[in-house]
């Protein structure tokens, strides 16, 4: 996990994966919904392989108007709108899948 990411705020911290083909709004539709709830952006990486889109990035739920699931809900459902792929969980959720 990135080294800016204070361990001890990690309860409001959730990790947004976003995969799909590349195509010009991924971003843009995605951190609009992130925007319209004053979610934070704590920390984001993306890059594009052989026309495949990858993003991941940390934000701060704390500053925001919405829960968790509720935000899963709405970026599933952009996800379906741009044809990508998008997984929300908790930080510590995260962290977990990756130890597997």
């Known amino acids: ?3 800016n990411v204070d361990s ?3 309860e409001n911290l959730a990790v947004i994966t976003v995969i799909g083909a590349d195509k010009p709004g991924i971003v843009a ?3 609009q919904v992130l ?3 004053n979610v934070n952006i704590v920390d984001i990486a993306q890059t594009v392989v052989r026309g495949v ?3 991941i990035m ?4 704390s500053t925001g108007d919405i829960d968790l699931p509720r935000l899963r809900e709405e970026l599933t ?7 990508v792929e998008v997984s ?11 130890r597997v």
Do not use: Y
């Open 77 to 83: 459902a952009r996800g379906r709108e741009l044809r």
């Open 8 to 10: 001890s705020s990690e």
């Open 1 to 3: 996990m990135p080294s």
């Open 58 to 61: 940390v934000v701060d739920l």
């Open 29 to 31: 539709g995605i951190t």
């Open 35 to 37: 925007a319209k709830h």
């Open 53 to 55: 889109f990858s993003m």
């Open 88 to 98: 929300v969980n908790h930080i510590a959720v995260f962290r977990a899948m990756q």
